[in-house]
């Protein structure tokens, strides 16, 4: 029970629906030149990170997201070797990209340094090594502008925002997916979050009809991540091809890149995440 004086973190997930977090203590609020940053370490979850009031990751869940933004595509890339991660300044996702042995090299472009720095400071369990890894290059610059001059340079590209609002935003807009196309290798892959198709009915059918008339196949999958609004978090992948893997190829391919003690991704989460319920499929058909 909530008592007079305990502290919360709010999120306002929609308009009528707020998210409360437990605050044991407060470790950073900072205004950067982009957005409000906020760490706390909470009562129940670990710590916590936030953007302009919107949860970014707890340590409880965070490997839940993480993992399916990155695996998935990665997996279905038969030798990906140089890879670009756009935002995802805590580093989660450079950190699962690196689980991949072919893996030569990560341009991680992060807008905002200060996200970077805070979580070199207090989520060190989340950014891990990967400060030290010779195969990290980190670029402090706005993704559109730091791919504008690339062509045919990556296997994978991953976009890891925040919500469209804000200096997200370009980053769900058609004009950004086709300087997407254009710097992936021929059989290169593209994925992005785009939010939960349980509230954010525009965002996940504009990121699908954005990214269509922009690349040959699309596809939507689905995770679970506790702490972000329902709980149900929508992804994208998209390229020239997509690589249809039966449960033998992907186990195979799990195996052999030691993607086997994972927390929420699997061979057989894998294949099943693209089963999408009908209310999901209805709203992608509009
Ligand atoms: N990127 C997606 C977070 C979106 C959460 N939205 C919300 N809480 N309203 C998180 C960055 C983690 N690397």
């Given at each position: 029970?909530?008592?007079?004086?305990?502290?919360?973190?709010?999120?306002?997930?929609?308009?009528?629906?707020?998210?409360?977090?437990?605050?044991?203590?407060?470790?950073?609020?900072?205004?950067?030149?982009?957005?409000?940053?906020?760490?706390?370490?909470?009562?129940?979850?670990?710590?916590?990170?936030?953007?302009?009031?919107?949860?970014?990751?707890?340590?409880?869940?965070?490997?839940?997201?993480?993992?399916?933004?990155?695996?998935?595509?990665?997996?279905?890339?038969?030798?990906?070797?140089?890879?670009?991660?756009?935002?995802?300044?805590?580093?989660?996702?450079?950190?699962?990209?690196?689980?991949?042995?072919?893996?030569?090299?990560?341009?991680?472009?992060?807008?905002?340094?200060?996200?970077?720095?805070?979580?070199?400071?207090?989520?060190?369990?989340?950014?891990?090594?990967?400060?030290?890894?010779?195969?990290?290059?980190?670029?402090?610059?706005?993704?559109?502008?730091?791919?504008?001059?690339?062509?045919?340079?990556?296997?994978?590209?991953?976009?890891?925002?925040?919500?469209?609002?804000?200096?997200?935003?370009?980053?769900?807009?058609?004009?950004?997916?086709?300087?997407?196309?254009?710097?992936?290798?021929?059989?290169?892959?593209?994925?992005?979050?785009?939010?939960?198709p349980?509230?954010?009915?525009?965002?996940?059918?504009?990121?699908n009809?954005?990214?269509?008339?922009?690349?040959?196949?699309?596809?939507l999958?689905?995770?679970?991540?506790?702490?972000?609004?329902?709980?149900?978090?929508?992804?994208?992948?998209?390229?020239?091809?997509?690589?249809?893997?039966?449960?033998?190829?992907?186990?195979?391919?799990?195996?052999?890149?030691?993607?086997?003690?994972?927390?929420?991704?699997?061979?057989?989460?894998?294949?099943?995440?693209?089963v999408l319920p009908p209310f999901v499929q209805e709203l992608l058909e509009f």
């Amino acid at each position: 029970m909530a008592k007079k004086g305990d502290s919360f973190f709010i999120e306002e997930q929609v308009e009528g629906v707020h998210f409360h977090l437990k605050i044991k203590q407060w470790l950073l609020r900072q205004k950067t030149r982009y957005q409000e940053l906020i760490v706390a370490e909470t009562e129940d979850l670990g710590r916590m990170m936030a953007l302009d009031g919107k949860v970014m990751l707890t340590e409880a869940d965070e490997a839940y997201y993480h993992e399916m933004l990155v695996h998935p595509l990665m997996v279905m890339l038969d030798n990906p070797q140089t890879v670009a991660v756009i935002g995802g300044g805590d580093g989660g996702s450079v950190r699962e990209v690196l689980r991949h042995p072919s893996v030569k090299k990560v341009y991680w472009v992060e807008i905002d340094e200060a996200v970077v720095e805070a979580s070199r400071s207090f989520l060190s369990s989340v950014c891990m090594g990967i400060f030290e890894d010779p195969r990290v290059d980190l670029i402090i610059a706005p993704g559109e502008e730091w791919l504008a001059d690339k062509e045919d340079a990556f296997d994978a590209l991953i976009v890891d925002g925040t919500d469209p609002i804000g200096p997200a935003l370009p980053l769900f807009e058609q004009p950004f997916f086709e300087m997407c196309r254009r710097v992936l290798k021929a059989h290169g892959l593209f994925s992005m979050q785009c939010g939960t198709p349980f509230y954010f009915h525009n965002e996940v059918r504009m990121v699908n009809r954005n990214l269509g008339s922009v690349f040959p196949q699309v596809k939507l999958y689905l995770g679970y991540v506790p702490t972000y609004p329902s709980g149900l978090w929508a992804y994208a992948v998209a390229g020239e091809r997509l690589n249809e893997l039966n449960l033998s190829e992907i186990r195979k391919r799990c195996e052999q890149r030691g993607l086997t003690n994972l927390r929420y991704y699997s061979p057989e989460i894998h294949l099943s995440s693209f089963v999408l319920p009908p209310f999901v499929q209805e709203l992608l058909e509009f």
